[in-house]
């Protein structure tokens, strides 16, 4: 795979796997990021009262992990950071419209950004022996 079949293939996925850790235990759960025009980041709504803010903070390494319908996945390994950036978070609303039905708006005090910074991506289709690193 090439960076552009991984990105199609988190767009077409729609929402990935967010693993952080409590402690020694990883903790996963499925979210709806938007992937930076760019290409560096994800960016991630969170509930005010998501544990996953505590656990970013204690541990900002995150891996998010996406699979397709015919089980092509790719692996995102990065550092996240729970921050306050208006500009940033009416790019996050303005991208994913499911976010409507948890939050008023950008400004909503609940709506908490997560940014994942990008640092290695890795994936696999089901005729791979093995996975390959992605330059991002």
């Known amino acids: 795979m090439n960076r552009e079949e991984v990105t199609d293939l988190i767009k077409d996925a729609g929402f990935g796997y967010l693993a952080t850790t409590e402690g020694s235990q990883p903790r996963v759960r499925p979210m709806m990021p938007y ?5 560096r980041e994800l960016l991630v709504a969170l509930l005010g009262r998501s544990r996953s803010i505590a656990q970013i903070k204690q ?23 729970i921050t306050g950036d208006a500009v940033k ?12 039905q948890y939050f008023a708006g950008p400004q909503d005090q609940n709506f908490v950004l997560a940014e994942v910074t990008i640092e290695s991506v890795e994936a696999m289709t089901p005729h791979q022996r093995e996975p390959q690193a992605i330059r991002f």
């Open 59 to 81: 541990n900002p390494k995150v891996e998010f992990c996406f699979v397709d319908r015919k089980m092509c996945y790719c692996r995102i390994v990065g550092k996240a950071k």
């Open 35 to 39: 992937l930076t025009e760019d290409g």
């Open 89 to 100: 978070k009416a790019i996050l609303w303005d991208n994913i419209p499911m976010l409507k």
